[in-house]
T-cell receptor, first 116, second 113 residues
């Protein structure tokens, strides 16, 4: 099992450009999440999904959109990148509440994004 | 406003000694707490958790203590090993909104051989 994978690993954007970050998991998890990590801020939840076709806002959703068209994929989009979105982005997945390890999240390796 | 706080950005400990990492939270609705470990250029990995119905959970060298009245939890690592050198995050969640996890800012642990 590859677990949670993220594409790309690094990216540099200019202000105003758009891009999509791809997250894929092969553990058949219901829940998926997107976080950003900034110095001195810890990890903050951007958006999450409790199942295919569903998404919800997290703590810091502004400037981002997400889609979950397939259970194994969760996409994070930046329509018009801003320097404030320079960060490391982590995707995570977890089993559904019906299962034993509901609260354990599995993280991908991260995407380092720089917006100039 | 930070609901989960780790006030010590860094900690250095001698190999073989005890490492104690602390975490405070403000939301009394939090009822599940986790610790994650993160190495550079990798994603966080789950370490240990505790439910609010317990005050202690132990897994090998790792023990988490929860003091609900003080809204405080701590992670004890005994004995500390050089491979434990990493950033440790605590996270909290409420069963009412179980999908959302609030993370602390992390504590960087260095275990000196």
């Amino acid at each position: 099992n590859a677990g949670v994978t993220q594409t790309p690993k690094f990216r540099v954007l200019k202000t105003g450009q758009s891009m999509t970050l791809l997250c894929a998991q092969d553990m058949n998890h219901e829940y998926m999440y997107w976080y950003r990590q900034d110095p001195g801020m810890g990890l903050r939840l951007i958006h999450y999904s409790v199942g295919e076709g569903t998404t919800a806002k997290g703590e810091v959703p502004d400037g981002y959109n997400v889609s979950r068209l397939k259970k194994q994929n969760f996409l994070l989009g930046l329509e018009s990148a801003a320097p404030s979105q320079t960060s490391v982005y982590f995707c995570a997945s977890s089993p559904s509440p019906r299962r034993r390890y509901y609260y354990e999240q599995y993280f991908g390796p991260g995407t380092r994004l720089t917006v100039t | 406003d930070q609901q989960v706080k780790q006030n010590s950005p860094s900690l250095s400990v001698q190999e073989g000694r005890i490492s104690i990492l602390n975490c405070d939270y403000t939301n009394s609705m939090f009822d599940y707490f986790l610790w994650y470990k993160k190495y550079p250029a990798e994603g966080p990995t789950f370490l240990i958790s505790i439910s609010s119905i317990k005050d202690k959970n132990e897994d090998g060298r790792f023990t988490v203590f929860l003091n609900k009245s003080a809204k405080h939890l701590s992670l004890h690592i005994v004995p500390s090993q050089p491979g434990d050198s990493a950033v440790y995050f605590c996270a909290a969640s409420s069963s009412n909104t179980g999908n959302q996890f609030y993370f602390g800012t992390g504590t960087s642990l260095t275990v000196i051989p």
